[in-house]
């Protein structure tokens, strides 16, 4: 046989092979698609278009933990038509669900997306709705879970914060009685006493702010506030503290800028800053209140020169009751609250705050808000004029930034 009868009969018999393996995968397409018509033809009329319109994540599942049908929502799970359950768990709970009249209900971790995507906490519930198919609900539980420890966290740290002030008015009170013919004693008593039902004031106060802000609901008071009102209540409402610890406040930065929000909540939260400055702030030291622009953003700086946050404290000073130097913050009525009142209320106007901290070289928070045009006809933007508050009223000017 000659090279071309070669040639011919390869060519022949290489075409065979590949008629054969063509008409083997269009078989094996063909039995894949009748398994899948034969499963369709089981979910009752009507249950894809159900799960199509809800909002939650459900799935249809065959004998074999095939899933047949999904809501959209399933697939942010991974939960996707045509694929198998995976998880033991979620494959133990359908089992289980199986041959019984009632819904079996478990709770288990199911990854949202995909790794290293932080797996889920939810709420399962699988009932039979033919002799093959299994309806299953997937509710996510995760952040309900997170508000509830919230809470939990919230109600213990305050019922602990508070028996502190409680207790100390009791025994001063106490004292105060005892010592009824001392007339010296019962004024030092009732020196202590006054302080000690301030700081339960400001403890009050400042949960009820907490509180209010890490609520549901939303800012009510909402206008287009410009930020040198927000910084000048701020300033005036902490001036004679700064007199009193003999601290200097300076102002500069640009003027004319606006964000959106509720000026009353801003000014609480950026006096909370200049309390935390100048309360860890030594004698005859300055605070520095600056605001300046930023792309679609206003920037709102407090610098200190004081003790400085160490950098393993610095992820937790916005904690509830955390306190970097718990003797200091006793000394001068801290509660461990006002980062955290500052954190939730430029959370809540769409911003962030930031903190620079050096040990021995002081600290500065930034608050970035989003910047708004402000009202028709406001004033333009210009250079701000420093403003110094000495401890000693006669020295006090204003300087040009």
Excluded: C
């Amino acid at each position: 046989m000659d090279p071309t009868q070669l040639a011919l009969v390869a060519l022949l018999a290489g075409a065979i092979v590949g008629v054969l393996v063509t008409a083997l995968v269009v078989v094996a397409l063909r039995a894949r698609d009748r398994a899948r018509e034969q499963a369709d033809g089981d979910v009752p009329a009507g249950a894809r278009e159900v799960l199509a319109a809800m909002d939650e994540a459900a799935l249809i599942v065959d004998a074999s933990f095939l899933i047949v049908a999904n809501s959209p929502t399933a697939e942010l799970f991974g939960l996707r038509a045509g694929e198998s359950i995976p998880g033991d768990e979620l494959r133990e709970l359908l089992r289980a669900s199986r041959g019984v009249s009632h819904s079996e209900t478990g709770t288990l971790r199911l990854r949202r997306g995909v790794a290293p995507a932080e797996p889920r906490l939810i709420v399962a519930r699988a009932s039979s709705i033919t002799p093959r198919l299994t309806l299953v609900l997937v509710r996510d539980i995760t952040e309900r879970e997170r508000v509830e420890e919230m809470r939990r966290d919230f109600v213990a740290n305050t019922s602990h914060e508070l028996k502190t002030p409680v207790g100390a008015v009791t025994l001063l009170a106490e004292a105060i009685e005892s010592a009824a013919d001392d007339p010296e004693q019962v004024r030092s008593f009732a020196t202590r006493l006054s302080g000690e039902a301030t700081r339960l004031g400001n403890l009050t106060s400042r949960i009820m702010s907490l509180s209010r802000l890490q609520s549901s609901d939303e800012l009510t008071e909402l206008r287009d506030v410009a930020v040198d009102e927000v910084i000048t209540s701020a300033i005036e409402t902490h001036a004679i503290a700064a007199e009193s610890a003999g601290v200097t406040l300076v102002r500069g930065g640009t003027r004319g800028l606006y964000v959106r929000g509720d000026v009353q909540v801003l000014s609480e939260a950026v006096g909370n800053l200049i309390a935390n400055a100048i309360a860890y702030s030594p004698p005859a030291s300055h605070v520095g209140i600056g605001v300046k622009s930023a792309p679609e953003a206003v920037e709102i700086a407090v610098t200190d020169r004081g003790i400085g946050i160490p950098e393993s404290d610095q992820q937790r000073v916005f904690e509830r009751f955390y306190r970097a130097d718990h003797a200091r913050s006793r000394r001068t009525g801290g509660t461990g609250l006002g980062l955290s009142i500052v954190k939730h209320a430029v959370q809540r106007h769409g911003g962030e705050v930031q903190l620079w901290s050096r040990p021995g070289r002081g600290s500065t928070f930034t608050i970035r808000l989003p910047a708004v045009a402000g009202p028709e006809g406001a004033a333009p933007v210009k250079k701000a004029k420093k403003r110094i508050a000495r401890a000693t009223p006669a020295r006090t000017k204003g300087e040009t930034a």
